[in-house]
C-alpha cells in the first residue's frame, strides 16, 4: 500500500456527538501506521476535514478490512457519501488542548484560550474524554467570573444567532428561564401568553428533558408542532407575539449541546458551566430582557440561600457584561410544581390554569403569575410592584388562554388530545401523618422510569403536597405508565423509596427562598 | 413485552477496556424503558453481572432489534455465549460515584473512599467519562500524600499478589524501575542480568510500550519469550535468579490499567498518579527493594531538580509506609541513551554492551552499572559505595552476557535474529555546528510514526548526541521502517522538526541531575 485513502463505509451507531472512526484491526493502514485503538485520527473527504477517535474492530459485518468505517455523527459532519474515497492519517492533538492542560494544572484561562477551546468543540475535536477532563477542570470553584463570562462570550461566538430586531423589527425580546430540577415546574407555557397578551414579545425556545421527566418543548409537543424553522418561528412571532419552539432546530450554542453530553452522564452541573450554558442560548436566541427562576430547595439543584445568592451574582454580573437585563428570582424549591410530572399530565395542568378550572393546581399559577410579573415589569410603561396584578387580569379575562390557543394554531395543533397512560398503579401512605418532604429528584427518576419524556402520556400524577395531612392508605400519587415492563422498573423504585416522608405538622421544612415584602 | 430479556450477540469492537452495550433503536427494550445514549445499563448472564454504557445502533448488521449486543471487553466479561439470554435493566450509579463527586468538588478522600473507588474501577463499572473525571480530579496538587498512599493500597488490593517468599522460599526480591520518557534507556536487560549474576533475586515484570517506541517487553521479546505464566516465571527465577517478563499475564494492579486507558489518550501523568501506579505495580510483583530511575531533562517527564526532589520524596514518603525499601535516583535526562530506538535497535545496544563490543553505546553501559550498583548495595554483605564496581567487574568479565543467554533460554530464545527495518532513510545536519539539544519526545514520536513498536525493527538510529560536534549534511540519525506509508509518515513528521538543535559548544546544557560526589 502506498496512500492511507479507503472507501467510507457509514456505521450505524448513535455516538452521541462524538465522532467515530472504524478501522478493522486486519486494515492495511492500522497494521502500517501503527494506529493504536482510542487514537485521534484525520479524516479527509468532499472537500472536508474531520477529527475522530479510532474504534479498531474485528467483525467484517461492522466495517471490512478495507474499508473506512464513520458513525453516524461524523458522517453526517463529513458529508460524504458511502463508496466515496477519504485519507485517513494520524490526527495532531487539537490547538486548544495546551490550554485544557493548563487549566487541568490550575491554571486561570484567558479569553483566546476558553474562545480556541470552544471553537474545538462545537467543531468535534474533543473526544468525550477530552470534554469530560474539559467539564472537571471547569468545576465547582475552578473558574472565576471573567472565565465565566469568556466561555458564555465563546458558546455565543460558535454558533447561530438570532436578531429579531433586525428581523422583524422588535424592540425587547424577553423570556422567562429555570434554571431547572423541580419537576412539573411548567411556568413557560403560562408566562409566555400571558406576557405575549400584554404585548410584549416572546418568541420562546426551550429544550427537550435532558435528565428531567419533561422539558417546555416536550410539553407543548403534547399540544402542537414545536420543531420550526426559523422562518415560521418569525411569522408565529410577528402574529401573536408568543412562540413556544424547540430550540434544536436553530444552532444556537453548538458547544453547548456537546458539553452538555458529558455532563449529563457524569451528572456535573457547576455554577460557571450553568451560567454560561444558559445565557448563552437565550442570547443567542436574541432574548433581551431575562427573568431566571432560581429554586432552592432541600431536593433542589440548589441548597441554601448562600448558594443561591452566589448564583445569582455570578448571572448577574455575565448577563451586565453582554448587555442581558436580567431578573434573577430565587423561589421556593422544596417540591414539585403543580400536580402532573410528565408531558401530558404537565400539560393538563397548563391548560386547568389558563382555563381557570377550580381544579387546577394554584401553586403552578402562582408561580406563574408572580414570574409573568416581574417579565411584564420590563415593560417601561408598567410600575414596579405592577406586574403581578396585571398578569392576573390577564390570566382571570381569559385573554391568556385565547392567546395560548392562538400560539397553539399558530404552530399547529394536535389532530387529537393525548391521554395519560392507560396502565398504572397508586402508592398510599404507610400510616396517618403530615406530609414534611417530596423528594424532587426520587419523583422525576420515578417518572422517567415509567417511560416519560419519551413516552409521552407516562409520569406521576400527585394528589398531595407538602403540609397536608394524609391517613393511612390514602393515595399520594398515581404512577402512569404505557407499557408493563416501565411500570414493573417503576414499582421496584417506589419499592426502595416513594419520595415521600410524613412527619408532624411543626416538621414541615420553612421555605426559606421567598424574601420579605415579595409580592406572590 | 413483558421482562427485558434478549439473546446476546457478540460485536467485535475493541472498547478498549470500556464495558459497551449496544441496543438497536427499535429495540422494545430501548422504546419502553426510555433508555439513551450513554446511559448505564446492567447486564446479567451466566450468573455474572456487568455493568456498561448503551450505545443505540441503527444497523441491523450490527445489531438487530431483538438481540443484546456486546463489545469484545463487555463479551469475556460476561463470559456468555452468544445466543444464550441475559437481561438488561437501567443501572444504578456505582457506589463509589458519590465519593468522585466529592472529589471533583475539592474535598480529600478516606481511605474507604479510594477503596471503592479503585474497586468499582477495577470491576469496570466506570464509564470512560468517569474514568476521565476521576484521572482530572486527582491530577497536579489535588491528592495529598496519604490520599496516594491509599489509592496505591487500593490498587494493590483489587488484584492478585505475587509472593515470592512463599513461593519459592526466597529473601528480599529487587528490582529497577524508570519512571519513563527517554528513549532507548533500556537498563534493566542489563541491570536484571548484572544482578542476578551477583546472586540477587529479580524476576522483573515489564510493561509493553503505551506511549513509547519501545518497552523492556517489546524489546526483550526480540530475543526471547516473555509471555510467562506465573508458573514458568518462578522455575526461571529459580534456576537463574533473574527474569524478564511481560507483567501482563498476571492480574496485578488492574485498576492501574484501566485508568492507563485514559491517562493515555490525556496525555496526563501527575505525581500522584505515577507514584499510585508504579509502586501498586511493584508491591503486587512482590519486589521488596526498587531502585527508581528520575531523569530529569528538559524535554523529560520531570523537567527540573525541585519537580525531582518533590517527586522523589512523594515516592519515599509511600513506599516506606507499603515498607517497600526505596532508593529513587535522579538521572541525566536531557537526551535518549544509547543509540537505537525502537526494539530491534535498542536489543542490538544491550546486547553489545554485555559483550563489551567496543561499539557499544557508553552512555547505556555507564548508566546500567550505576543503577545496578545501587541494587547490589541493598545486599547487606555489600559496603555503601562498592556497589558500582561489583557491578562493573560482572559486566566485564562476561558474567552479564553468561546471565542473559541463561536467561533467554530459560524463557525460551527466539529461533532467529530480528534484523532493523530494510527501508528508511537519513536525516543529516543542515549546518556545521554542535549538538545542543536533543528532544526526547520529538525523537520518540518519529519512532513510533516509522512503526515502533508493533513493527520490532522500526526506528531511530542515533549517530550523533549532545556536544558532538557535526559537519553541515553530516548524518545525524537513520530512520528505519518496514512500509512504505510508515515511512513516509515518519519523513513529513521529520520534515516538521528533526529534534535535533545546533549551537555553539557552550550551549550545551549543563546536565543539572547528578548529585555531587554521586559515583559514575
Redo the contacts between chains.
Keep these: 500500500?502506498?496512500?492511507?485513502i479507503l472507501p467510507i463505509r457509514r456505521?450505524?451507531?448513535?455516538?452521541?456527538r462524538e465522532n467515530v472512526v472504524?478501522l478493522h484491526?486486519d486494515c492495511?493502514?492500522v497494521?502500517?501506521?501503527?494506529f493504536q485503538?482510542?487514537?485521534?485520527v484525520r479524516v479527509q473527504a468532499n472537500g472536508k476535514t474531520l477529527i475522530g477517535v479510532l474504534?479498531?474492530?474485528?467483525?467484517d459485518?461492522?466495517c471490512p478490512p478495507c474499508e473506512l468505517g464513520l458513525s453516524?455523527e461524523a458522517f453526517r459532519r463529513l458529508g460524504a457519501e458511502p463508496g466515496r474515497p477519504a485519507r485517513i492519517?494520524?490526527a495532531e492533538?487539537p490547538p486548544s488542548?495546551a490550554a485544557l492542560?493548563r487549566k487541568?494544572?490550575?491554571d486561570r484561562l484567558e479569553e483566546h484560550d476558553l474562545h480556541a477551546i470552544v471553537q474545538d468543540i462545537a467543531a468535534a475535536r474533543y473526544?468525550?474524554?477530552?470534554?469530560?477532563?474539559f467539564?472537571?477542570?471547569t468545576?465547582?470553584?475552578e473558574l472565576d467570573r471573567d472565565e465565566v463570562l469568556h466561555l458564555t462570550e465563546a458558546m455565543i461566538a460558535t454558533g447561530q444567532r438570532i436578531d429579531w430586531q433586525r428581523e422583524i423589527g422588535a424592540g425587547p425580546i424577553v423570556d422567562k428561564h429555570c434554571i431547572g430540577g423541580i419537576p412539573g415546574n411548567r411556568t413557560s407555557m403560562l408566562v409566555v401568553p400571558i406576557v405575549a397578551a400584554h404585548g410584549m414579545l416572546c418568541p420562546k425556545t426551550s429544550s427537550r428533558a435532558i435528565t428531567s421527566p419533561a422539558g417546555t418543548a416536550d410539553t407543548m409537543e403534547v399540544l402542537a408542532e414545536v420543531e420550526l424553522p426559523l422562518d415560521r418561528m418569525k411569522d408565529i412571532a410577528r402574529a401573536t407575539h408568543g412562540c413556544l419552539a424547540w430550540g434544536g432546530t436553530a444552532d444556537l450554542s453548538p458547544a453547548d449541546d456537546i458539553l452538555i453530553?458529558?455532563e449529563?452522564?457524569?451528572?456535573?452541573d457547576s455554577p460557571g458551566q450553568m451560567v454560561a450554558s444558559i445565557l448563552s442560548k437565550k442570547i443567542a436566541a436574541g432574548v433581551t430582557h431575562l427573568v431566571l427562576d432560581l429554586p432552592v430547595g432541600p431536593t433542589a439543584k440548589v441548597r441554601s440561600m448562600s448558594a443561591a445568592q452566589r448564583l445569582k451574582r455570578l448571572f448577574e454580573y455575565v448577563a451586565a457584561r453582554l448587555r442581558l437585563e436580567l431578573d434573577a428570582v430565587i423561589t421556593d424549591g422544596r417540591q414539585p410544581i403543580g400536580r402532573g410530572i410528565g408531558p401530558v399530565l404537565e400539560a393538563r395542568d397548563v391548560m386547568q390554569v389558563l382555563a381557570n378550572d377550580p381544579q387546577a393546581p394554584q401553586d403552578l399559577r402562582q408561580k406563574a403569575l408572580r414570574l409573568a410579573g416581574r417579565v411584564i415589569e420590563f415593560d417601561p410603561d408598567v410600575r414596579g410592584g405592577d406586574g403581578y396584578r396585571i398578569a392576573r387580569d390577564i390570566l382571570d379575562s381569559g385573554r391568556a388562554l385565547a392567546k395560548m390557543n392562538a400560539i397553539i394554531d399558530a404552530q399547529g395543533r394536535r389532530a387529537e388530545p393525548q391521554q395519560p397512560g392507560a396502565i398504572g398503579f397508586e402508592v398510599t401512605a404507610p400510616a396517618d401523618g403530615t406530609v414534611i418532604g417530596v423528594d424532587n429528584l426520587r419523583l422525576a427518576r420515578i417518572a422517567?422510569?415509567s417511560?416519560?419524556?419519551?413516552?409521552r402520556g407516562a409520569g406521576v400524577d400527585l394528589f398531595v403536597k407538602l403540609g397536608e395531612t394524609v391517613r393511612a392508605g390514602q393515595p399520594l400519587y398515581r404512577v402512569h405508565a404505557q407499557?408493563?415492563?416501565?411500570l414493573e422498573?417503576a414499582r421496584q423504585l417506589v419499592g426502595r423509596g416513594n419520595g415521600f416522608t410524613l412527619g408532624a405538622p411543626e416538621q414541615v421544612p420553612r421555605e426559606f427562598a421567598s424574601a420579605p415584602g415579595d409580592v406572590r
Tied chains: 1, 2.
Excluded: C, Y
Aim: overall charge negative; proline content about 7%; charged content about 20%.
Design positions: 500500500m502506498s496512500e492511507p456505521v450505524g451507531i448513535d455516538t452521541w472504524f484491526r492495511p493502514v497494521r502500517a501506521a501503527g485503538a482510542l487514537a485521534k474504534n479498531v474492530v474485528d467483525d459485518a461492522i453516524e492519517e494520524q492533538p488542548i492542560h487541568i494544572a490550575g473526544s468525550k474524554i477530552e470534554l469530560a477532563a467539564v472537571v477542570a468545576n465547582q470553584f453530553s458529558v449529563r452522564p457524569l451528572g456535573i422517567r422510569t417511560g416519560a419524556p419519551q413516552v407499557f408493563d415492563a416501565d422498573f
